[in-house]
């Protein structure tokens, strides 16, 4: 069982960067895939990112393919997510998500807006 809360979320033009963080507490953090959600206002929950337990594969959603980078750092029971050339359509709430087997846990989200 892993305990998750996001953070680093803000306001910020298009073009813009940002780096969220999801930290992580309980035991094991470096067994759990890990993993970046998105949900926008009257939209769908949809998969960002992942990243493997050893953070050796990552994936992304051809959205933000070559502008956000996964990443961890399991000393610090930590992911990231960097978000560069931000766009409009990124703006959402951001969740971080662990896994292991059947076991599947989310933290509360961090707002990202995007706008001019």
């Known amino acids: 069982q892993v305990q998750l809360v996001e953070s680093g979320g803000g306001l910020v033009q298009p073009g813009a960067s940002l780096r969220l963080s999801c930290a992580a507490s309980?035991?094991?953090?470096?067994?759990?895939?890990m993993a970046w959600h998105r949900q926008a206002p009257g939209k769908q929950r949809e998969l960002v990112a992942t990243?493997?337990?050893?953070?050796?594969?990552?994936n992304y959603a051809d959205s933000v393919k070559g502008r956000f980078t996964i990443s961890r750092d399991n000393a610090k029971n930590t992911v990231y997510l960097q978000m560069n050339s931000l766009k409009p359509e990124d703006t959402a709430v951001y969740y971080c998500?662990?896994?292991?087997?059947?076991?599947?846990?989310w933290g509360q989200g961090t707002q990202v807006t995007v706008s001019s």
């Open positions: 990243i493997t337990s050893t953070g050796g594969t990552t």
């Open positions: 309980g035991s094991s953090f470096s067994i759990y895939a």
């Open positions: 998500n662990a896994r292991l087997l059947a076991m599947s846990s």
